[in-house]
C-alpha cells in the first residue's frame, strides 16, 4: 500500500451529515485502538483515531487504513496533537504533518491540527491538507474558559472546515458562556464546542444544541480510556443521555451537590425520562458554590433539580416557596422552576421512607426506633410521626437525638436499654454499614423487630440486612428509599406516575456493576 498517494475510498466527508458523537480512540497499542474501534464502531460510525498516544504512529497507519478498508461506513478524523499544545506527540512540527498526510492517504476523512501548529505552518502546506480532507483547526485551553470570541478571531485568518475550540469549566457557568458562544456563531462557522473538566458535562451533552457540530465520547473513561478530563463515555451520551434526541425542547434536570461525581441519580432518572418518553435529560452537577448553580438554573434554564449534600439547608433561602415537609425537615432535595421561573421546594425523602414501610406493615400506631438524627433520620421521625406512628430515636450523640425528639414530639431511648425493647421497624439513618464494610450499628441480641430498614444502599445488602434476615426478619434495602424519594421527585416534575420498577432494575445494575469493577480494581 502506498500511504502517500490519496485513499481511493476515502469520500469527502459531508459536515451536514455527521453524527452528534465522535469516537475518541485512545490506546497506548494500534491493536488496542482498533479493537475499541471494532466493538463500537457499528453503533458509533465516527472515529477519531488520537494518534498521539502512539509511541510511534506512522507504522500504525497501515493498520488503520485495513480497518477503514473493511469498515467503509466510518467516518474517521486522524489527530496527532503535539506534547505542547495538551497531546502526547513529541515529535516535531513536520513530522506531526507527515502523519496527518498519511493519515489521510489512509483513509482518514477529516484531520485535526492545532492553531499553535497552523499558525507556524505555511498557508500552502495548510491548503494542501485541506483540499484532500476536511481540516478541523484546534485550539484546547486546559486551564479555563475565556477568550473564546478572541480566540475564534484568530482562528478565522486560517482556512478550515472546522473552528474547535475546547476550554476547562471551573464553574458550572462556565458550561452557559461556552454555550452562549456557539450560540451566537454556530449559525455562522462550523464550531466544535465544549469546556473539559468534570465541570463541563451541561456543554458536551447539549453544546450539540446550542451550535456544536458535533461533541466527543470516551471508549471507557471508568477503565481509563478516554482522551480528555471529564470525557463521557460515547455509550453513555448516547443511551444515558440520549444526545441523539436532545433538542431545543428537551427539558434539561440534574443533581446538585458537591461531591456528585458518584451519584446514582442519573442513571435512575435518564432511566425514568426514558421510559415515559419524556423529553428530558438529567446531568451530574458539581456545584462548588451555590452563586454558581443558581446562575445555571436561570440561564440554561434547569426544570428540576435533585439538590443534595451539602446544599439541603443552604438552598432554602433561593426558593421561591416550599412544601409542607421542606418547612418541617428544614431541608429541600427537590427544586422545580415554574414557567415564571420562581423556585419551588420540595422535600420528597419523606415518600422515600413512607412507600417502602407502607407497603409492609400499617404505619399508623406502629413502634419505630429510628437510629441517627441527622438529616435522613429526620425526614423518616417527621413523616412517620405525620403518619400516627411511635418513634423512638437513639442517637449516638444523645443531645442531637433529644432536639429532634422534643421537635418531632418523639421519644428517645438509651442504648443500654435496647435488649428489652422491641419495635415493628427499625430504622437505620446512619452511614454506618457504607462502602462494603461489616460494620453493623447494633448488635445481633439488639434486633428485635418485624421489619429492619437500612436506608444505607451501597452495598445494597449490608451486613445489618443480613443479619436481620437471618434472624427471620422482613428487611428494606436502601435502594427502595434511593428509588422512591427519586420517584416522588419524577412525578413532581413531569406530573406523570413514575416507572419505580424500571427505576430499581437500573440502579441495583449499576450498584453491581460499581461493586464489580471495584473488585477487578482491587485484585
Ligand atoms: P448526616 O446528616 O450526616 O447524619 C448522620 C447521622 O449518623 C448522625 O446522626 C450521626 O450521629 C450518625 N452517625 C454517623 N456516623 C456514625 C457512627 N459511626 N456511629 C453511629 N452513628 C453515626 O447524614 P444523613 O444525610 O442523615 O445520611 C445518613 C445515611 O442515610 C447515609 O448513609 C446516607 O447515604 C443514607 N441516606 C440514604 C438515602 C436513600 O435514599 N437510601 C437518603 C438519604 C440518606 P452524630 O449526631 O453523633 O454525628
Known amino acids: ?35 475499541a474501534g471494532e466493538s463500537m464502531a457499528r453503533d458509533n460510525p465516527f472515529i477519531e483515531f488520537r494518534l498521539d498516544y502512539l509511541k510511534q504512529p506512522l507504522p500504525a497507519l497501515p493498520k488503520i487504513h485495513r480497518f477503514l478498508e473493511t469498515h467503509q461506513y466510518v467516518t474517521a478524523i486522524g489527530t496527532c496533537r503535539r506534547a505542547e499544545n495538551g497531546g502526547k506527540f513529541k515529535g516535531s512540527l513536520p513530522a506531526q504533518l507527515e502523519v ?34 476536511g481540516l478541523i483547526l484546534s485550539f484546547h485551553d486546559f486551564r479555563a474558559t475565556r477568550n473564546l470570541e478572541e480566540t475564534l478571531e484568530k482562528m478565522r485568518a486560517i482556512p478550515a472546515d472546522f473552528y474547535k475550540i475546547v476550554t476547562t469549566a471551573t464553574t458550572l457557568s462556565d458550561n452557559v458562556t461556552m ?42 473513561p471508568s477503565a481509563g480510556l478516554f482522551t480528555a478530563p471529564g470525557q463521557i463515555g460515547a455509550r453513555e451520551l448516547r443511551n444515558v443521555y440520549r444526545i441523539d434526541q436532545v433538542d431545543a425542547a ?59 449534600m451539602p446544599y439541603k439547608q443552604a438552598i432554602l433561602p433561593f426558593l421561591d416557596n416550599t412544601d409542607a415537609h421542606t418547612t418541617k425537615t428544614g431541608a429541600c432535595n427537590t427544586v422545580v422552576r415554574g414557567q415564571e421561573g420562581k423556585l419551588y421546594g420540595f422535600n420528597t425523602d419523606i415518600a422515600g421512607v413512607i412507600r417502602p414501610l407502607e407497603q409492609r406493615i400499617t404505619i399508623e400506631g406502629a413502634k419505630i426506633l429510628v437510629l441517627g438524627a ?19 430515636i437513639l442517637n449516638r450523640t444523645a443531645a442531637k437525638g433529644q432536639k429532634l425528639a422534643r421537635q418531632a414530639k418523639a421519644r428517645t431511648i438509651k442504648r443500654a ?28 441480641e439488639e434486633i428485635q423487630a418485624r421489619v429492619v430498614f437500612d436506608m444505607v444502599y451501597d452495598p445494597v445488602e449490608t451486613h445489618l440486612l443480613q443479619v436481620a434476615r437471618s434472624k427471620g426478619i422482613s428487611v428494606i434495602p436502601g435502594v427502595e428509599m434511593f428509588v422512591q424519594q427519586a420517584a416522588r421527585q419524577f412525578e413532581i416534575w413531569t406530573g ?3 416507572p419505580a420498577g424500571d427505576m430499581l432494575r437500573a440502579v441495583t445494575v449499576a450498584l453491581q456493576e460499581r461493586m464489580a469493577a471495584q473488585k477487578r480494581r482491587s485484585a
Open 1 to 35: 500500500m502506498s500511504l502517500a498517494l490519496p485513499s481511493t475510498f476515502a469520500i469527502h466527508f459531508q459536515p451536514q451529515r455527521l453524527p452528534r458523537v465522535c469516537l475518541a480512540l485512545s490506546g497506548d497499542t494500534v491493536e488496542d485502538m482498533l479493537a
Open 100 to 133: 496527518l498526510n498519511k493519515a489521510l492517504a489512509a483513509g482518514c476523512q477529516i484531520v485535526d491540527l492545532e492553531l499553535q501548529s497552523a499558525q507556524k505552518t505555511k498557508l500552502e502546506a495548510i491548503a494542501r491538507l485541506r483540499g484532500r480532507s
Open 179 to 220: 454555550m452562549k458562544f456557539l450560540q451566537t456563531h454556530g449559525g455562522k462557522h462550523a464550531l466544535i464546542g465544549l469546556c473539559m473538566g468534570e465541570q463541563g458535562i451541561i456543554s458536551r451533552v447539549l453544546g450539540v444544541r446550542a451550535g456544536s457540530a458535533f461533541t466527543f465520547g470516551a471508549v471507557d
Open 250 to 308: 428537551t427539558r434539561i434536570y440534574g443533581v446538585a451537590g458537591d461531591p456528585v461525581e458518584h451519584s446514582l441519580s442519573p442513571v435512575i432518572m435518564n432511566t425514568a425520562l426514558r421510559r415515559e418518553n419524556v423529553n428530558g435529560v438529567y446531568l451530574p452537577l458539581h456545584a462548588r458554590t451555590l452563586k454558581d448553580l443558581m446562575r445555571c438554573v436561570r440561564e440554561i434554564p434547569l426544570h428540576g433539580l435533585s439538590i443534595t
Open 374 to 392: 441527622g438529616g435522613a433520620a429526620r425526614a423518616a421521625v417527621f413523616g412517620l410521626k405525620e403518619r400516627g406512628a411511635e418513634v423512638w
Open 417 to 444: 436499654d435496647l435488649r428489652k425493647a422491641s419495635f415493628d421497624v427499625i430504622i437505620n439513618a446512619t452511614p454506618v454499614g457504607m462502602g462494603n464494610t461489616r460494620d453493623c450499628p447494633l448488635k445481633d
Open 496 to 498: 406523570k406516575p413514575a
